[in-house]
């Protein structure tokens, strides 16, 4: 659920738990001090109002030049804009010396925002070319100097989507061997790092995407140098790919979860957030392979290069998705939310291959979409996790839905149709009742 439902629910709840004689006073004040329930979550909204308050401004600030672009001297321009930079960095360093960190925070995004509209401003004066690939990563290397030296939160932000909007806006595919292959893992690594170090919901998501754009933008260079371009071969390598990038996230962020609590707050909290991530990502696999599966799309009867099998960024994420299976085995702490996810994680696998290498089966394209929906959703059961429980249910919700659509008007398909749905669902409600019995109490508390 929502962290501040829980959080209000802890609060109706913690007062009739201490007069029961449940929980001391004390235990009461520590669960509140814990999860940040004194008063943390109260200060969210005015200052994610304020961030966008000083985007507004710095684009009023743009504007009005803009407006009087002809009537400010040249001079008079590059001086406001140096002027900016040192005041919205005075006035953050000025509110950090005061601890007002979430306000110094903003501060340095206007510088950084100042930063980036300056760019443009100086190109434009001064009749430069268009390049947006060097435009773009200029703003990554000026954001990534602003977060790391003034601890900024909102300055990594503005660095991740710039470092998405460089890998994309490139003229060339990304290879590993080439000078903008490593630039893209420094970059990965360096807002990462920030995230470790100064962690945020927003940051974690937004390293998540970039994490998950580098990934795809090496998969796409690995299919250009493989020379394989026809439109099965590039399904293949999304679907594939998702379930993989999936199945590593799910397992490393149960082993976080496992064998970091009480410790590396940075890096559990990191890994929980592709953990919630995950499910989306293999629900997407599901319902996707399905629908290619159900229509007779003329590409997918091409045949399909298996090299695809061999593209070494799917490989790594593979290898890497194992190796932490393994090290949850040594160390004692696999249990069915490890196999639950793995089989997710391989039936998601599994599906691009039946839909691209095997078109028309569509009775067993189902079955895999209709397994792996509902693995989602067992995973959530076994694991605690509302957020696999509720794209898992939307999964099986979508399939059985497109299932139905699909055998409308045929009495064998609406009869495999309701087995299969009438099958997956006891299944379900047999695993599900049997984990909350044996492993009852834990929950997902945020989402």
Same mark, same amino acid.
């Given at each position: 659920?929502?962290?501040?439902?829980?959080?209000?629910?802890?609060?109706?709840? /913690?007062?009739?738990?201490?007069?029961?004689?449940?929980? $001391?006073?004390?235990?009461?004040?520590?669960?509140?001090?814990?999860?940040?329930?004194?008063?943390?979550?109260?200060?969210?909204?005015? !200052?994610?109002?304020?961030?966008?308050? $000083?985007?507004?401004?710095?684009?009023?600030?743009?504007?009005?030049?803009?407006? @009087?672009?002809?009537?400010?001297?040249?001079?008079?321009?590059?001086?406001?804009?140096?002027?900016?930079? =040192?005041?919205?960095?005075?006035?953050?360093?000025?509110?950090?010396?005061?601890?007002?960190?979430?306000?110094?925070?903003?501060?340095?995004?206007?510088?950084?925002?100042?930063?980036?509209?300056?760019?443009?401003?100086?190109?434009?004066?001064?009749? /430069?070319? =268009?390049?947006?690939?060097?435009?773009?990563?200029?703003?990554?290397?000026?954001? #990534?100097?602003?977060?790391?030296?003034?601890?900024?939160?909102?300055?990594?932000?503005?660095?991740?989507?710039?470092?998405?909007?460089?890998?994309?806006?490139?003229?060339?595919?990304?290879?590993?061997?080439?000078?903008?292959?490593?630039?893209?893992?420094?970059?990965?690594?360096?807002?990462?790092?920030?995230?470790?170090?100064?962690?945020?919901?927003?940051?974690?998501?937004?390293?998540?995407?970039?994490?998950?754009?580098?990934?795809?933008?090496?998969?796409?260079?690995?299919?250009?140098?493989?020379?394989?371009?026809?439109?099965?071969?590039?399904?293949?390598?999304?679907?594939?790919?998702?379930?993989?990038?999936?199945?590593?996230?799910?397992?490393?962020?149960?082993?976080?979860?496992?064998?970091?609590?009480?410790?590396?707050?940075?890096?559990?909290?990191?890994?929980?957030?592709?953990?919630?991530?995950?499910?989306?990502?293999?629900? #997407?696999?599901?319902?996707?392979?399905?629908? !290619?599966?159900?229509?007779?799309?003329?590409?997918?009867? @091409?045949?399909?290069?298996?090299?695809?099998?061999?593209?070494?960024?799917?490989?790594?994420?593979?290898?890497?998705?194992?190796?932490?299976?393994?090290?949850?085995?040594?160390?004692?702490?696999?249990?069915?939310?490890?196999?639950?996810?793995?089989?997710?994680?391989? #039936?998601?696998?599994? !599906?691009?291959?039946?839909?691209?290498?095997?078109?028309?089966?569509? =009775?067993?394209?189902?079955?895999?979409?209709?397994?792996?929906?509902?693995?989602?959703?067992?995973?959530?059961?076994?694991?605690?996790?509302?957020?696999?429980?509720?794209?898992? @249910?939307?999964?099986?919700?979508?399939?059985?839905?497109?299932?139905?659509?699909?055998?409308?008007?045929?009495?064998?398909?609406?009869?495999?149709?309701? !087995?299969?749905?009438?099958?997956?669902?006891? =299944?379900?409600?047999?695993?599900?009742?049997?984990?909350?019995? +044996?492993?009852?109490? +834990?929950?997902?508390?945020?989402?």
């Amino acid at each position: 659920m929502l962290r501040s439902l829980y959080r209000r629910q802890l609060e109706a709840d /913690l007062p009739r738990w201490v007069e029961a004689g449940w929980i $001391a006073p004390e235990g009461a004040t520590q669960i509140r001090r814990d999860l940040g329930a004194d008063g943390e979550g109260r200060f969210r909204l005015p !200052l994610l109002l304020a961030g966008i308050g $000083a985007i507004c401004i710095a684009l009023a600030l743009v504007a009005f030049v803009a407006a @009087n672009w002809e009537a400010i001297p040249r001079p008079v321009k590059l001086a406001g804009i140096a002027a900016l930079l =040192v005041a919205a960095h005075g006035a953050a360093a000025l509110f950090a010396a005061r601890g007002w960190r979430a306000v110094a925070d903003i501060a340095t995004l206007f510088a950084v925002l100042v930063f980036v509209a300056g760019l443009s401003l100086v190109g434009q004066m001064y009749h /430069l070319p =268009v390049d947006w690939q060097a435009g773009s990563l200029i703003v990554v290397v000026g954001a #990534l100097a602003a977060a790391w030296l003034c601890a900024s939160r909102g300055a990594a932000l503005v660095a991740t989507i710039a470092a998405m909007i460089w890998l994309f806006w490139r003229d060339d595919t990304l290879h590993l061997a080439t000078p903008d292959g490593l630039l893209a893992l420094i970059l990965l690594a360096a807002t990462a790092g920030h995230v470790l170090r100064h962690s945020s919901l927003a940051g974690r998501l937004a390293v998540l995407a970039q994490a998950l754009a580098t990934y795809a933008a090496f998969v796409i260079g690995e299919m250009d140098r493989m020379d394989m371009s026809c439109d099965a071969e590039v399904v293949s390598a999304v679907l594939l790919g998702l379930a993989a990038l999936a199945g590593a996230f799910a397992v490393w962020g149960l082993l976080a979860d496992r064998l970091l609590r009480g410790g590396a707050d940075g890096v559990a909290a990191l890994a929980d957030t592709g953990l919630r991530t995950a499910p989306l990502l293999l629900a #997407l696999g599901c319902v996707i392979g399905l629908f !290619l599966g159900l229509d007779s799309y003329d590409f997918l009867g @091409n045949r399909v290069d298996a090299r695809v099998l061999l593209l070494w960024p799917v490989t790594i994420v593979t290898l890497l998705a194992a190796a932490g299976a393994a090290l949850a085995i040594t160390r004692g702490v696999w249990d069915g939310a490890f196999t639950a996810v793995l089989v997710a994680s391989a #039936l998601s696998f599994a !599906l691009p291959l039946m839909v691209v290498w095997f078109p028309g089966q569509v =009775v067993w394209i189902a079955v895999i979409a209709l397994a792996g929906a509902v693995a989602i959703s067992v995973a959530g059961s076994a694991a605690h996790r509302t957020s696999w429980s509720v794209f898992g @249910n939307l999964a099986i919700a979508a399939v059985l839905l497109m299932l139905l659509e699909h055998t409308v008007g045929s009495l064998i398909g609406q009869s495999v149709f309701f !087995l299969l749905a009438g099958l997956a669902l006891i =299944v379900v409600a047999l695993v599900s009742g049997y984990i909350l019995r +044996k492993r009852p109490g +834990k929950t997902e508390a945020a989402s």
